[in-house]
């Protein structure tokens, strides 16, 4: 079955810019949507279709994708940011999706 | 206020069986495709189950094929997940999530609070 990698945990300055990536052969195929999850709250969409964001969502948050490699990047990362993000596609057989296994992101 | 609220999350014994439902309210539920994605304590987000707006067709995870079962009632507005044969590992919380088609892929854009499901003795 398709899997989609992306590294456990990631550290930012306030301000700063970081970038979360997500890589699987299902996404040399498609796009990948990704959501951020606080704790004890459901998941909230932030990027969808290449790189749209749903209303209410800041402009900090940007998507792209290069081969089987997608990214959320957080320019001027915030205090609020702290969040676990995972990426999201359909799988190789086009009718399943996969989960990415997440990157908490901290924000120092 | 577009919203899905699931409920029917219990505490069950092994082998044990459970029905989860997920409404929605405020958008027109038959255009839409739903899943259920799930959540293990401390654990990742695990999509388990789909179905498409009609009800017709369906698809599963492994991890739960042939032991859950997806279904629908579009006069109600409501999403179900029948769980059978549970095991402690499906220990979770359950989500409904709703699918949208965009321009370039699909993806969830509509989520409820989820429901707990403990797998116990």
């Known amino acids: 079955s398709s899997e989609l990698t992306q590294d456990p945990a990631v550290s930012v300055a306030l301000g700063q810019t970081v970038r979360i990536t997500c890589q699987g052969d299902s996404l040399i195929s498609s796009y990948a949507s990704w959501y951020q999850q606080k704790p004890g709250q459901a998941p909230v969409l932030v990027i969808y279709?290449?790189?749209h964001r749903p209303s209410g969502i800041p402009d900090r948050f940007s998507g792209s994708k290069s081969g089987n490699t997608a990214s959320l990047t957080i320019t001027g990362a915030q205090a609020e940011d702290e969040a676990d993000y995972y990426c999201?596609?359909?799988?190789?057989?086009?009718?399943?999706?996969?989960f990415g296994t997440g990157t908490r992101v901290t924000v120092l | 206020e577009v919203q899905l609220l699931e409920s029917g999350g219990d505490l069950v014994q092994p082998g044990g069986s459970l029905r989860l439902s997920c409404a929605g309210s405020e958008f027109t539920f038959p255009s839409y495709a739903m899943s259920w994605v799930r959540q293990a304590p401390g654990k990742g987000l695990e999509w388990v189950a789909g179905v498409s707006g009609s009800g017709r067709n369906t698809y599963y995870a492994d991890s739960v094929m042939r032991r859950f079962t997806i279904s629908r009632d579009n006069s109600n507005n409501t999403v179900y997940l029948l769980l059978t044969s549970l095991r402690a590992e499906d220990t979770a919380i359950y989500y409904c999530a709703r699918d949208k088609l965009g321009s370039w892929g699909w993806y969830f854009d509509l989520w409820g609070r989820g429901t707990l499901v403990a797998v116990s003795s």
């Open positions: 999201n596609s359909r799988d190789n057989t086009g009718d399943r999706y996969v």
């Open positions: 279709d290449k790189n």
